[in-house]
């Protein structure tokens, strides 16, 4: 069966300090992969999604950036951290042919202060 | 772009009352359609979904939704609920012709009392 698995749970950084979220899926050869944040009454905001090795997009911009270097991982990360970073973000597979349900880690809580 | 609207966004209920969640999204095609909940420091799960066919899906722990295209609705229900359905549900949709994203709606925190 599948998995997927994020770390590190909670994150507590400092303002301009880097950042690098990790996420990576077993049990799947060449998953859809997806980034969210979720805000309180926001529900979930896609960030990036990639369909293959080195392929990302990026849905809003901001001040983070996504990689995918390895078939079943993928990264999340930014160069200098601003106070708006903090929530929840959380990761996400689904196959790469329709219907595209979404599987999700269990989330890492970021903090920037 | 499509959107997805959870009307509700706190419902406190007791057991044994009966819950029900609306969602209305706003894209005029075909769609595949999702409600998933996410539990007090559990992952987001998913709870039901819609692709074609009987209108009327059942998913687990006894909840079910009922997609009704001329109102661009698709509502869960629980005909009586349990306090450990407490937790937040969200909405998703997924048009069919529009690859692989899903849009969600901003959830629903459910709290049941004992």
């Known amino acids: 069966s599948q998995t997927i698995h994020q770390w590190p749970a909670t994150l507590v950084q400092p303002v301009g300090s880097p950042l690098s979220l990790e996420c990576t899926v077993e049990g799947t050869s060449n998953p859809n992969l997806y980034w969210y944040r979720q805000a309180a009454g926001r529900g979930l905001q896609l960030l990036f999604y990639?369909?293959?090795?080195?392929?990302i997009s990026s849905e809003v911009p901001q001040n983070l950036s996504a990689s995918r270097p390895q078939d079943r991982q993928f990264i999340l990360s930014s160069k200098k951290l601003l106070l708006s970073d903090s929530g929840f973000y959380l990761c996400?597979?689904?196959?790469?042919?329709?219907?595209?349900?979404?599987?999700f880690g269990p989330g890492t809580r970021l903090t920037v202060t | 772009a499509q959107s997805v609207s959870q009307h509700n966004h706190h419902v406190i209920l007791s057991e044994a009352a009966s819950l029900e969640l609306g969602c209305n999204y706003s894209?005029?095609?075909?769609?595949?359609l999702f409600w998933y909940v996410q539990y007090p420091g559990q992952h987001l799960q998913l709870l039901l979904k819609y692709f074609s066919g009987d209108p009327l899906v059942k998913g687990i722990k006894g909840f079910e939704a009922e997609f009704i295209k001329s109102k661009f609705s698709f509502n869960l229900r629980k005909p009586s609920v349990q306090w450990s359905d407490t937790a937040e549900y969200f909405c998703?949709?997924?048009?069919?012709?529009?690859?692989?994203?899903?849009?969600f709606g901003g959830g629903t925190r459910v709290l049941v009392k004992p």
């Open positions: 990639s369909v293959g090795i080195g392929q």
């Open positions: 996400a597979w689904s196959e790469d042919r329709g219907p595209y349900e979404q599987y």
């Open positions: 894209y005029g095609g075909t769609v595949n």
């Open positions: 998703a949709v997924k048009p069919k012709a529009a690859g692989n994203k899903l849009t």
